[in-house]
């Protein structure tokens, strides 16, 4: 039966928050391949990441390092590219996706484009990070459901 631990890294500074991301990468999958699964992380969520360590000042995992490479060498995988099947125009939502694929999710009252608004007017990290966590949680059930093998039910999932 699967089980899914999901560690929610959340801090008001972006270079700490950044620097505990490193960390987590570099002490766990110091000796073995890692492979990144997010919803438009290709498009978004990768280079974004890698753009705010370099304006940090930090250095890029190996892991991340993706400039240069052909796209058939970046092993990362991209559930919104999963789901286009090629088509370059098709957006879909996380949110949609989930619902569409009858994946229930625990998601609080927030979207992406709210975000910036709860960190800089509401000073509420704790609820950003809560709707992070929520969307780790929903992108790895989107992975195995793309993959026809059976979601991690609820009470195997462990927020650490």
């Given amino acids: ?3 899914l631990k999901v560690k929610t890294i959340a801090n008001a500074d972006e270079k700490v928050l950044l620097q505990e991301f490193i960390a987590f ?5 110091k000796s073995r391949e890692l492979t990144l699964v997010a919803h438009n992380g290709k498009e978004f969520d990768f280079p974004y990441l890698c753009r705010r360590m370099l304006a940090n000042g930090l250095e890029i995992p190996k892991s991340l390092q993706l400039q240069g490479k052909k796209p058939w060498e970046i092993i990362h995988q991209d559930t ?8 370059r125009r098709s957006y879909s ?3 949609l996706l989930a619902e569409l694929m009858g994946i229930e999710g625990a998601k609080i009252d927030l979207s992406g484009d709210r975000v ?4 800089y007017k509401e000073k509420d990290l704790d609820r950003i990070a809560a709707y992070c ?3 780790v949680i929903i992108v790895a059930q989107l992975y195995l459901r793309f993959h026809f093998l059976s979601i991690v039910e609820p009470q195997n999932i462990e927020k650490l």
Avoid at 25 to 29: E, F
Avoid at 116 to 119: I, P, R
């Fill in 93 to 95: 939502s996380l949110e």
């Fill in 80 to 87: 919104m590219e999963m789901w286009k099947f090629g088509d």
């Fill in 133 to 135: 966590g929520d969307d």
């Fill in 1 to 3: 039966e699967l089980s």
């Fill in 116 to 119: 910036n608004h709860v960190f």
């Fill in 25 to 29: 990468i570099n002490k766990t999958y």
